[in-house]
């Protein structure tokens, strides 16, 4: 791979609510301004000669790729490493809630009911980052969520995940070569072998 292109999925329903979904199953879709952002981001991703996307196993990330690729024959792959968190008893709750929670707790703790540290999340993003920055075709667009994006953009600008990442904008591109996608992985997974918060 030459270059990847990530983006978040666009505003979904769980978003606009201002509630965390770490359960694909439970089919949270865009919202209507979601859909609209994702029609648009089409028009930014209309040139770009796509090879493969990867999305996720969430419905809004599915969604947003194909509303953002529709009418052209890119081919789709699920990368599950790369989901969002699993948020344990936080689940459908309040975001602000979750990310006040990981702000005050170190990155090997996990939240209440859920299965992953930080630590955890970073350690299977880097996997994830690997498996993009693994594939043949040159351009690999990689409609994701917040977290995966903010972890792999904080290690590339040399500095540390922090406890509370800023959210990443919906539907907006972040492109990043293929060389540097295999740094971020592999900084990525040193962090998550010896958290510094």
Known sequence: MERALLVRHAESTASL?????????????????GRRQAEELAAVLADEPIGVVAVTGFPRTVETAELALRGRHVPRIVVPELNDPDYGDFEGGSLDAFRDWAAAHTATERPPGGRESRAEIAARY??????????????????LHSLPIAYALAVLDGRNPRAKERLIEYATVYEVEGAALERAAERLAAWAEAPTW
Do not use: D, H, I, Y
């Not at 439970?26 to 209507?32: F, I, Q, T, Y």
């Not at 880097?126 to 409609?143: M, N, Y």
């Open 17 to 33: 609510a201002g509630t965390v979904n770490g359960v694909p199953s439970a089919g949270v879709a865009l919202s209507p301004l």
């Open 126 to 143: 880097a996997r994830g980052f690997r498996t993009l920055a693994e594939r043949p075709e040159a351009v690999v667009a990689a409609v």
